[in-house]
């Protein structure tokens, strides 16, 4: 291991930026040095750009999903996502995640029926397990965000009021004097630069009223609902039969609406949002009259680069409600990905997922049993061939790619 540490650091961060996720475990143990860097600075950043992270909930289990588009424009390009499951989480039942700022929320039972909530850090391989005060109901809704001193906190709005969980002081609260009556369901909320936007809208029976669609906006650092923001407006026009929000890189927000009259998806995107003033742009307008009976829900995410949208759907495939991937461009479909689950008991979470240094567990005393130890120490033995392997592969096509 000695020669990974005399290894100049210019070198060193070159190598690891170019290190898959898969690997971080392997880089990670292979000296303490890779070990210090891969924890104060994001590796793996040339892949986490060309890659898109999905979590799925199915039967009440988590499986982690990832998109490389890269070639997609390519007819001959396959797509195939790689779908795991993560089964450090195999003994809860899961009902809900949400993101934020490279952190996970999970919402689960445990076997004894208590609500658990799990925060987790995938890049840093942490995770916190939080007690709520009660438990939890299916129509109780969650929002993970932070302050502007960087303070992580959860959000939790029940029929019963609001409370809100701060990371640094390990209690929850009652928000006094907190009403948004309005705010419809959890899976159309996205986080955004450490607050979250909520979708909301007015109903009359099972009818939204035209011209009522808005979003809004919990403010972590006040705690408190800001005012409504205006969606696109033809978002609000008569014949609009679905509409949904996302976020690209937690830099900017994305809706995505569905128009019954002229069979097309529409997509924008914010090009300014302050206090009190948002503006859109349009990003991409495409027909869909093709498949449009087939669609009935979903989430999505852009790539701006190329262009293309990815939209998660529980759709009619092969006679029955499966969850498809609609790739769509300029050009209209580009790809239909069958993900291979039954969409009735599936739940998607998709994001472009960006990379967190976030420590979840500060101020917190984490026990390691003697029994971890001892595992640890056998994988920082068993890996150091496999890490020497990889880094070997690595470090000559940086020296291949820089001579030719």
Known sequence: MM???????????????????????????TCKRWNCLSKNRILCKGEARQEYLGIMVKESKVFSKSYDLHGI??????????????????KL????????????????????????????????????YIQPRTNYDLSDVYALGYDNKGNHK????????????DFKSNSWKVLDDVHHSDIMCHDQS???????YFYRRKVEGLKVITGTRFFVCFDFTRERFGPCFPLPSNFNVKGTVYVTLSSIREEQLASLCIHWYTYTVEI???TKIEQNEVLWRKFLTVDISDFYSKIFTGSFFIDQEKKLAVIFAR????????????????????????????ASSVKTLMCSYV??????????????????????SNLSTSLFYSTLFVILIIFFSFIFSVLY
């Open 268 to 270: 924008q995107v914010t």
């Open 355 to 376: 990379l967190s240094l976030v420590q979840i567990n500060q101020g917190l005393e984490v026990e390691v049993s003697p029994k971890g130890q001892k595992k640890r």
């Open 73 to 90: 424009q390519n007819k001959e390009h396959v797509v195939t996502p790689s779908i795991k499951q993560i089964k450090k989480f195999s």
């Open 3 to 29: 020669m990974f540490d005399l290894l100049p650091e210019d070198l060193v961060e070159e190598i690891l930026s170019r290190v898959q996720r898969r690997c971080l475990r392997a880089v990670r143990s």
């Open 93 to 128: 039942e899961i009902s809900q995640v949400f993101h934020c700022d490279g952190l996970l929320l999970l919402v689960g039972k445990e076997v004894n029926n208590n609500t658990r909530l799990i925060v987790w850090n995938p890049y840093m391989s942490q995770i916190r």
């Open 315 to 342: 759709s009619i495939f092969k006679g029955s409600l499966q969850s498809i991937a609609y790739i769509t461009g300029e050009n209209g479909l580009l790809r239909q990905v069958d993900l291979g689950a039954d």
């Open 154 to 165: 959860i959000l939790m709005m029940s029929r019963y009021g609001y409370e809100i969980f």
């Open 190 to 196: 996205v986080s955004l630069k450490g607050n979250t």
